[in-house]
């Protein structure tokens, strides 16, 4: 059979070889100027879209997939060359295996043309994410989302096409044909249906964008990037959390960032050394501290609310005007100190280790 194939090629001219050979080596050293043009002649039809613009971004987006392009027309021309569409007789048996050399090369440039409108597609996500900077309503993630759902409803179609056009199948009755099978894929895909509605329902509704702190009953950070099935939080423990949007949309969901003030509720616990013209002392000194803040509220509250067996409560509420964490941070730490040293200048003492102690970060819409 060995014998028979060798027999079969050694049958041809040498020039054919001679110019196969040539012609796939012409083929490999121009493929890029080749791809350069193609891409070029390619981005006049988006140059209105562009603004004649990103024409750099969109040839280094569409030059590896117009090489594969190019190369499948050199491909053909070698093919014709060598006529490998003949029989071929092996072993006293007739081989042809020329339809099959062409079903490889439909897939071959069905494959490259999918690959080169999915970067056309992460072009035109590249150029309308661009525009959206100049748009606050838009949401530059939703691009994304959109972009990606393009990409595989690109690849869906050029499967199916490639089950009409190779294997002459029809996309429905593969569809039919699946019965428990596609029963089966549908009941295991329940969830990823679940989270792919999820993350519609975060784009159209809006409870949270990119760069938000949202907060839920079992999570809290800054959210990063929303997705098909899930999104990506980073966690106040710089750690990076991927939650099932369909579970983000079912619970209950705080946006700090929202919050056009943030609340600070804590209880101060003094020891019963304290005498009631201390604590009330205490309770003013508090008060005329948090009045003088620019960066806090007027609408505080300081009350002696607590007489406890160990320690007594002093009740201190405010909110400082900002939606920034950072900021936040800094204004509740200089309140602390600020209410050490009013503790310590009327010498009374904080309670140590105790049990009882209530302190909570509560941050609400004013």
């Known amino acids: 059979m060995l014998q028979d194939f060798f027999h079969y090629l050694l049958d041809y001219p040498f020039w054919i070889y001679v110019c196969a050979a040539a012609l796939l080596f012409l083929g490999l050293v121009l493929k890029r100027y080749g791809a350069k043009l193609l891409s070029a002649l390619l981005y006049t039809f988006f140059k209105k879209y562009s603004k004649n613009l990103h024409a750099k971004q969109f040839i280094v987006l569409i030059r590896k997939p117009a090489e594969f392009f190019f190369m499948g027309f050199v491909i053909v021309g070698v093919y014709h060359i060598l006529k490998l569409s003949s029989d071929l007789k092996l072993m006293n048996r007739q081989y042809e295996f020329g339809p099959y050399i062409i079903d490889a090369f439909k897939i071959y440039m069905i494959v490259t043309l999918t690959w080169t409108v999915m970067r056309i597609a992460d072009f035109i996500g590249y150029v309308f994410k661009i525009r959206t900077r100049h748009f606050n309503r838009v949401d530059p993630q939703m691009v994304l989302f959109l972009k990606d759902l393009s990409k595989i409803a690109i690849i869906l179609v050029s499967f199916f096409i490639v089950l009409k056009k190779v294997f002459h199948e029809d996309a429905a009755g593969v569809i039919a044909g699946l019965g428990i099978g596609g029963l089966a894929i549908a009941l295991a895909a329940q969830e990823t249906i679940a989270n792919l509605i999820g993350s ?10 990119v760069g938000d702190l949202v907060e839920t009953s079992e999570i809290k950070g800054v959210v990063e990037q929303v997705g098909f099935r899930s999104t990506r939080i980073r966690t106040m423990d710089k750690t990076l959390l991927s939650v099932p949007n369909k579970k983000l949309v ?33 309770i003013e000194d508090i008060k005329k501290e948090l009045h003088t803040n620019e960066r806090i509220e007027k609408n505080y509250l300081v009350t002696f609310a607590e007489l406890q067996n160990n320690y007594l409560g002093i009740d201190v509420i405010y909110f400082a005007n900002t939606d920034d964490f950072d900021i936040l941070a800094s204004v509740r730490q200089e309140i602390n100190y600020k209410i050490i040293d009013i503790v310590h200048a009327n010498e009374a003492k904080f309670v140590a280790q105790n049990p009882s102690l209530i302190f909570a970060d509560n941050f609400r819409k004013k």
């Open 200 to 209: 519609i329902i975060i784009f159209s509704d809006k409870p949270f964008t």
């Open 250 to 282: 079912d619970s209950a969901l705080n946006n700090l960032s929202r919050a056009e003030i943030r609340r600070i509720r804590f209880t101060l616990c003094l020891t019963y050394d304290a005498n009631a013209q201390q604590i009330k002392n205490i």
